[in-house]
């Protein structure tokens, strides 16, 4: 299956080019470095394209100031990861081994140069996107996470860390690795913590506060007036971001939780053109992400919009969550849909310890050798059920019909069918959940007669709620809450709303195709139809 980049184990190492070396030349400096100067701490802005000429860098662990690595970067190498398109910052300190030279280029002058310069951009991307997929699968980073196991809060941190690609470490509570770190930060007895560099302690801790130390909130100016606001990181979210940026257009994307949105949650996608062996939702959506970045346009997470409101002048003033205000000429909604939320008694409860919306490897990890359960008949549950089954002692798929042609693809369901670690209970529901403090067992009735399953874990994906309170006033709404567009909206084209400047794409549009790939057309295809209105 296809990963998020190449593997930089198996890389064939292809330096810049002598003439991309000239370039960095003429826009950078010649600076050095003495054996043992750090170069940059955790935390510190990747603000700067460093390109060695002689010498030798190291990354070191931030809390033995040892060197972290077997390897170091050498001659013609170049530092950083994919965290510098987006303005990030440095995940672990580096250190010049021995004398080193090397020239510094301002990051935003790199970015023009990539812009013009296609063949020099191809190289360093692809090796900044094979170090970031490698800091992930050896999970080296300076943000510990502590409690994950035990901590709702943490657990969400954890999640938000996964589907945003956020390399990182975590240790369970109460572990020698726990209580180390924990040392070593000066805290006292075992609890929860999220921890980042060499004892940075970062207190209540959220998503926010951690994409805030990581530099992920790219800088915006509430007075400055962008051409686009793409509302949702989804693939239609997405696909308008890297059109919008490549056709020149000022804009930025707001995602509540992660780039990727529901498709994010897809374990394996083996029906989208281009990718025969597969590739997971979240995997293929980050690459749009890249894309994106690399033309210009920028991304403002975890944060969600919660009203639209047109002013006097054209202009469209968006409030997000945390009172800030995005003003834009026009509006791409992408915020697709959130599966809904079953009537039970104590779900709330259980919400993250034990009841979850999405199947990644961390679910698979907290229910692995135990009984789980996937209330759903669409091709997320089926695909979460597949997924699963590698991992937990046996995967029960819930089905309220009799019958799963009609909902879930077939290619799909056959191998549902054929896996004897999957069995699929037609016209059951989940009934009752129990447990103390996480979901430890549930009832399910099955043809009219309970059963009790020890079961740790229930995967709910079914139903689809579109993500549109915050239109309810400003634009035309069916009666389910999905954007109505073209025709039906007195529209002029076929994404538009009722609202004219506001478009509409992907599952939260009335009427569209919930497919991945119809997604990311329809989000390719809106940015002409912005562009169109833009120039009126």
């Not at 296609?118 to 510990?144: C, G, H, W, Y």
């Not at 989208?272 to 062996?277: C, D, E, I, K, S």
């Not at 209970?425 to 009790?452: C, F, P």
Request: glycine fraction near 10%; aromatic fraction near 6%; include cysteine.
């Amino acid at each position: 299956m296809e990963s998020l980049a190449a593997d930089l184990r198996e890389m064939t190492r292809t330096p810049l080019h002598q003439s991309h070396v000239e370039t960095l030349k003429a826009l950078g400096t010649e600076v050095s470095f003495e054996a043992g100067q750090m170069i940059a701490e955790a935390g510190d802005p990747m603000d700067q394209f460093i390109y060695i000429v002689e010498g030798r860098v190291e990354v070191i662990d931030p809390h033995t100031r040892e060197a972290y690595l077997p390897t170091s970067l050498g001659p013609t190498q170049f530092l950083g990861e994919i965290a510098f398109l987006s303005g990030g910052v440095y995940s672990l300190p580096m250190r010049a081994r021995e004398s080193t030279r090397a020239i510094s280029v301002p990051r935003e002058k790199m970015l023009d140069a990539m812009s013009r310069i296609p063949e020099m951009s191809d190289i360093i991307i692809t090796v900044f996107s094979a170090r970031r997929r490698r800091q992930i699968e050896d999970n080296d980073s300076s943000l510990k996470l502590i409690g994950a196991n035990l901590n709702r809060n943490i657990r969400q941190i954890e999640e938000f860390a996964i589907r945003n690609k956020i390399p990182f470490q975590t240790m369970d509570l109460g572990s020698e690795d726990a209580s180390d770190v924990a040392r070593s930060c000066h805290l006292t007895g075992h609890q929860p913590a999220v921890i980042f560099g060499d004892s940075l302690v970062v207190d209540d801790p959220t998503p926010a506060k951690v994409a805030r130390l990581l530099g992920l909130e790219q800088s915006y100016d509430c007075r400055e007036v962008i051409d686009v606001l793409i509302v949702g990181g989804g693939p239609a979210g997405v696909a308008a971001a890297v059109y919008a940026g490549a056709e020149g257009l000022s804009a930025i994307v707001v995602e509540d939780l992660a780039v990727g949105g529901q498709a994010g949650t897809s374990s394996r996608i083996e029906n989208y053109m281009g990718f025969p062996t597969g590739i997971s939702g979240a995997d293929l959506v980050w690459r749009g992400e890249v894309q994106a970045v690399k033309f210009g346009t920028r991304f403002v997470r975890p944060k969600q919009a919660t009203q639209l409101q047109p002013e006097s002048d054209g202009v469209f003033c968006v409030t997000l969550d945390d009172g800030q205000k995005l003003r834009t000429r026009s509006v791409v909604v992408a915020t697709g849909v959130q599966y809904r939320r079953l009537p039970l008694q104590r779900l709330k409860d259980f919400e993250g310890l034990g009841i979850y919306y999405a199947a990644t490897e961390m679910e698979a990890r907290y229910c692995k050798g135990t009984d789980v359960v996937v209330v759903g008949g669409g091709n997320s549950a089926g695909q979460a059920a597949m997924y699963l089954s590698r991992s937990a002692k046996h995967v029960h798929v819930l089905v309220r019909g009799e019958s799963l042609a009609a909902s879930m693809s077939d290619y799909l369901l056959s191998r549902l069918e054929a896996d004897p670690a999957v069995t699929i209970h037609y016209n059951s529901q989940l009934k009752t959940l129990l447990g103390d403090e996480a979901m430890s067992s549930v009832i399910i009735e099955r043809n009219g007669s309970d059963w009790q399953l020890d079961c740790s874990a229930a995967f709910v994906m079914v139903g689809a709620a579109p993500n549109t309170e915050w239109l309810s006033q400003s634009c035309q709404l069916d009666s389910r809450g999905f954007v109505v567009t073209g025709n039906e909206a007195g529209a002029g084209s076929s994404f538009a709303t009722s609202c004219p400047g506001v478009f509409a794409v992907g599952d939260v549009r009335a009427g569209s195709v919930k497919r991945v790939a119809s997604a990311v057309g329809e989000g390719s295809v809106v940015i002409s139809q912005a562009w169109d209105y833009l120039q009126i």
